[in-house]
């Protein structure tokens, strides 16, 4: 890989509620809003040869990508380890309530009801991102969700993750070159193996 545009999916139905999702298996796609982002993102995208696009196992990065690439033809893959947290018991909650909680606990300790503390969810995204640093393809297209790339922003910008991470705009373009992704990535790895919360 060269180059990487990352992107946050548009405005999903439940995101537009300030609702969390981390299950694949429900169906929560944009809303009409959303579907507007996603199409203005195309337009944006338009110029652009993309090698290929990554998303998630959700249906709102994988929805957000077949209206800002409808017409064209870019291979597309699946990266789970890029998908939004097991929000365990807080599914379908306000993300405020997660935050919170996230807030007030350590890194190692696991959500309630979940498969992953947050410290753990950094590595898998470390993972996610170097398997994405690591294709042969050019220029990369990811649509992925705000607490990924909300890590990577910071790891850019020589922040180390946080207990309370900024949230990503819906369908904003972030060019990214594979020597910064690589410094950002090695920046998370580096966290996880001396966490500071």
């Not at 207990?163 to 990535?185: C, F, K, N, Q, S």
Request: with cysteine.
């Amino acid at each position: 890989m060269e180059s990487v545009l990352l992107v946050r999916h548009a405005e999903s139905e439940y995101s537009a509620r300030g609702l969390v999702n981390g299950d694949p298996s429900l169906r929560v796609g944009l809303t009409e809003e959303g579907r507007r982002q996603a199409r203005a993102l195309g337009e944006a995208l338009s110029g652009e040869v993309l090698d290929v696009s990554i998303v998630t196992e959700f249906e709102r990065t994988r929805e957000t990508a077949d209206f800002a690439l409808a017409g064209r033809t870019v291979p597309r893959v699946a990266v789970p380890e890029l998908n939004d947290p097991d929000y365990g018991d807080f599914e379908g909650a306000p993300l405020e309530e997660y935050r919170l909680w996230v807030g007030a606990h350590g890194s190692r300790v696991r959500i309630p009801g979940g498969r992953e503390s947050r410290l753990d969810l950094v590595r898998r995204y470390a993972r996610g991102f170097r398997s994405v640093l690591d294709r042969p393809e050019r220029v990369v297209l990811c649509v992925l969700h705000s607490l990924p790339l909300a890590y990577v922003v910071a790891a850019l910008g020589g922040k180390d993750p946080a207990p309370r991470m900024a949230l990503v705009g819906y369908a904003e373009t972030l060019r990214v070159e594979a020597t910064a992704l690589d410094r950002a990535i090695s920046r998370l790895e580096a966290w996880c193996e001396a966490p500071t919360w």
